[in-house]
Nanobody
Framework: QVQLVESGGGLVQGGGSLRLSCAAS????????MVWFRQAPGKQREFLAA????????SYADSVKGRFTISRENAKNTVYLQMNRLRPEDTAVYYC???????????????WGQGTQVTVSS
């Protein structure tokens, strides 16, 4: 099992940047693919970015490609989401998830963090 805790959310002006972190407990972090999702009020949970266990593969949703970057430090049991050129429509609760593969469907993941709120003002 793995427990996940997100941090780094907050209020930022449009065009600004934030870096989210997701810290994992346990000694098996490197065996999990890590993924970021977000969920805005009244909307479904949306896939954003994924990174493979060995950091060789990343994948992004079209909505964030070129603006967001996912990375991981297995030695620190942490995955990051660097978010640049933020827009008001990026406002949501952001979640990290861990799984055996980097699925884009949220129902494929058993391990989730509690989420961190990101609010982008116009």
């Amino acid at each position: 099992q793995v427990q996940l805790v997100e941090s780094g959310g907050g209020l930022v002006q449009g065009g600004g940047s934030l870096r989210l972190s997701c810290a994992a407990s346990g000694r098996t972090f490197s065996s999990y693919a890590m993924v970021w999702f977000r969920q805005a009020p009244g909307k479904q949970r949306e896939f954003l970015a994924a990174i493979s266990q060995n950091d060789l593969y990343t994948s992004y949703a079209d909505s964030v490609k070129g603006r967001f970057t996912i990375s991981r430090e297995n030695a620190k049991n942490t995955v990051y989401l660097q978010m640049n050129r933020l827009r008001p429509e990026d406002t949501a609760v952001y979640y990290c998830a861990a799984g055996g593969y980097y699925y884009t469907q949220p129902n494929r993941y058993d391990y989730w963090g509690q989420g961190t709120q990101v609010t982008v003002s116009s």
